[in-house]
């Protein structure tokens, strides 16, 4: 299983980046897998950001997130993005992906992909 997360990088306070994660090697479909953005900051635990139920329907999002990121997929192309605006130097993390298999539950990470935001 491989989620290869790409589109991170250094970029100024106020300004936009949008991620992406690709899966390969999932059991079944990608549409049984619930998809999530999780970050971790240096010196602190993983968070979560945001997650997108396997159907698209419902998504969630942490706090921090709400009103500047959108969490959206496509699982014709088995993948996850997540859109940022509005980033603050709080953002700067490594940004990782998940995936959920919405039947037995069993979760898959990928390798993460490095965000900065300079004020």
């Known amino acids: 299983v491989q989620l290869q997360a790409c589109g991170g990088g250094l970029v100024q306070a106020g300004d936009s980046l949008r991620l992406s994660c690709t899966a390969s090697g999932l059991g079944g479909t990608f549409n049984q897998y619930n998809m999530g953005w999780f970050r971790q900051a240096p010196g602190k635990e993983r968070e979560f950001v945001a997650v997108?139920?396997?159907?698209?329907?419902?998504?969630y999002y942490a706090d921090s997130a709400k009103g500047r990121f959108t969490i959206s997929r496509d699982n014709a192309k088995n993948t996850v993005s997540l859109q940022m605006n509005s980033l603050n130097p709080e953002d700067t993390a490594v940004y990782y992906c998940n995936a959920v298999d919405k039947y037995i539950r069993t979760i898959y990470w990928g390798q993460g992909t490095q965000v900065t935001v300079s004020s």
């Open positions: 997108i139920r396997w159907n698209s329907v419902s998504t």
